[in-house]
């Protein structure tokens, strides 16, 4: 049962962009707190970005913060995540998580999770 569907993941240069999306197949994400994590290859899930389900308010992974921006549009059932100045240590798969309640920093306490989207950045 697909819940979020996350696209938008490619290979790219550092210093390059990428924009990912996230949306949900069956539910209306605008009551949501969304999330995006990312996984690197022998490393453990870390948060990226959290938004609350108005858009107001936003929190960051110190070091994609200036880089990285989540935003929403509650009208397409939408979550972004607008990468900007890529770099090799960004390079990872990037799931966005969903809850009602908020985005735990570890994620554990999300409702729904999507596949995942890779994003490689090479040098």
């Known amino acids: 049962q697909v819940q979020l569907v996350e696209s938008g993941g490619g290979s790219v240069q550092a210093g390059d962009s990428l924009r990912l999306s996230c949306t949900a197949s069956t539910r209306t994400l605008s009551t949501y707190f969304v999330g995006w994590f990312r996984q690197a290859p022998g490393k453990e899930r870390q948060f990226v970005a959290s938004i609350n389900w108005t858009g107001k308010t936003t929190y960051y992974l110190a070091s994609v913060k200036g880089r990285f921006t989540i935003s929403r549009d509650n009208a397409e059932n939408t979550v972004y995540l607008q990468m900007n100045s890529l770099k090799p240590e960004d390079t990872a798969v990037y799931y966005c998580?969903?809850?009602?309640?908020?985005?735990?920093?570890?994620?554990?306490?999300?409702?729904?999770w999507g596949q995942g989207a890779l994003v490689t950045v090479s040098s």
């Open positions: 998580a969903a809850d009602r309640g908020g985005i735990s920093p570890g994620g554990s306490n999300a409702e729904l």
